[in-house]
């Protein structure tokens, strides 16, 4: 997923900065249907260490809803 502005994702204390992100959901199947179908149990993204860690790489959990609302947000700053 990449980002055109540096941004904020409720529950990450920091601002990140633009660019491409690796966005990770696990889910579950859902048994005893007749069909497959799965539920998203967890969402997480790649993103940067907080300094003085920068060089660094962390895995945040986060909510679908909230990353959504960040993809939104980044869309509507550029235009």
């Not at 990449?2 to 696990?26: M, S």
């Not at 889910?27 to 969402?43: D, K, Q, W």
Request: hydrophobic content about 40%.
């Amino acid at each position: 997923m990449t980002f055109n502005h540096p941004f904020r994702i409720k529950g990450i204390e920091r601002q990140l900065p633009a660019g491409a992100y690796e966005v990770v959901t696990d889910e579950e199947m859902i048994e005893g249907l007749s069909f497959p179908c799965f539920r998203r149990v967890a969402t997480m993204i790649m993103v940067p260490g907080a300094p003085p860690h920068h060089h660094s790489t962390e895995m945040l959990s986060i909510s679908s809803v909230d990353l959504a609302d960040a993809q939104q947000a980044d869309a509507v700053a550029s235009h």
